[in-house]
C-alpha cells in the first residue's frame, strides 16, 4: 500500500537512548525526507536527500542523524541530544525534479520518551 | 529561507457551504504550491497542486488560486461534505532551494451537520 513504509508505528524509548525510525521506499524516487509533525506546529523538515550518499539539514536537524545508503531506505536516528523527541515523525518521497513534485508520505512512526 | 504563513489555524462550515483556506509564502522564487490533507489518523496525501505559470486550477469541488504578486494562495472547497472534515497544510517549494519543500501549519477543517 502506498510504497512507502515506515515501521514501527509506534515506539517507546527511555530517555537518553538513541534510537533508529525505519523508512523504505519502491516507487524508484530519488529524493527523501523526514518530518516532525507536532500538534498546532505543522510538518517541520527534518532531514532531506536528492541522491544517494547525500543529504541536507532541514530546519530542526539538531538532535537528529541520517543515512542513505540506499535510494531506497532513509533511516533517522532520533539521538539523546533531541531535547524534546515525543513527536510523530513522517517520511515522504518524491521524484525530484527540484521539489516540484508531489510528496508520497508513509503512516508515520509515533515516538515516544519517558 | 522560506517562511510560509497559512489562516486560519481552525474553520468551521456549515454542510454545503463553502470553505477558503490562505497561505502566503515569502521566498519570491517559490514556483511549485501543494495542498494536502490529512485525516485523522492517516498520512498526509495531496489533493490539489499548481504551479507559478498559473493561476488557477479546479478539480471537481476543489480550486487553488494563485496570485504571485501578493505572494499568496488559497484553497477553495465548494459543496463541503462531512468526508472533507479533516487538517489540510499548504506547502511551498522553489527548484531553487534543492527539492526542499516547507509547510504551512495547517488548518483544521470542521463540516458541521
Known amino acids: 500500500d502506498g510504497g512507502i513504509t515506515q515501521s514501527p508505528k509506534y515506539l517507546f524509548r527511555k530517555e537518553g537512548q538513541n534510537v533508529t525510525l525505519s523508512c523504505e521506499q519502491n516507487l524508484n524516487h530519488d529524493a527523501m525526507y523526514w518530518y516532525r509533525q507536532d500538534p498546532g506546529q505543522g510538518l517541520r523538515l527534518i532531514y532531506y536527500?536528492?541522491?544517494?550518499?547525500?543529504?541536507q539539514k532541514g530546519d530542526i536537524a539538531e538532535g537528529y542523524s541520517v543515512s542513505r545508503e540506499k535510494k531506497e531506505s532513509f533511516p533517522l536516528t532520533v539521538t539523546s541530544a533531541q531535547k524534546n523527541p515525543t513527536a510523530f515523525y513522517l517520511c515522504?518521497?518524491?521524484?525530484?525534479?527540484?521539489?516540484?513534485?508531489?510528496?508520497?508520505f508513509g503512516n508515520g512512526t509515533r515516538l515516544t520518551v519517558t | 529561507g522560506e517562511n510560509v504563513e497559512q489562516h486560519p489555524s481552525t474553520l468551521s462550515v456549515q454542510e454545503g457551504d463553502s470553505a477558503v483556506i490562505k497561505c502566503t509564502y515569502s521566498?519570491?522564487?517559490?514556483?511549485?504550491f501543494p495542498w494536502y490533507k490529512q485525516e485523522l489518523g492517516k498520512r498526509p496525501q495531496l489533493i490539489i497542486d499548481?504551479?507559478?505559470?498559473?493561476g488557477e486550477k479546479k478539480d471537481q469541488r476543489i480550486a487553488v488560486t494563485l496570485n504571485k504578486t501578493a505572494k499568496h494562495f488559497s484553497l477553495h472547497i465548494t459543496e463541503t461534505q462531512p468526508e472533507d472534515s479533516a487538517v489540510y497544510f499548504c506547502a511551498a517549494s522553489s527548484r531553487n532551494r534543492d527539492d526542499k519543500i516547507i509547510f504551512g501549519k495547517g488548518t483544521r477543517l470542521h463540516i458541521l451537520p
Open positions: 521566498d519570491s522564487a517559490s514556483n511549485y
Open positions: 536527500s536528492q541522491i544517494v550518499n547525500d543529504f
Open positions: 515522504a518521497s518524491s521524484s525530484g525534479q527540484g521539489g516540484m513534485t508531489p510528496l508520497h
Open positions: 499548481i504551479r507559478s505559470n498559473v
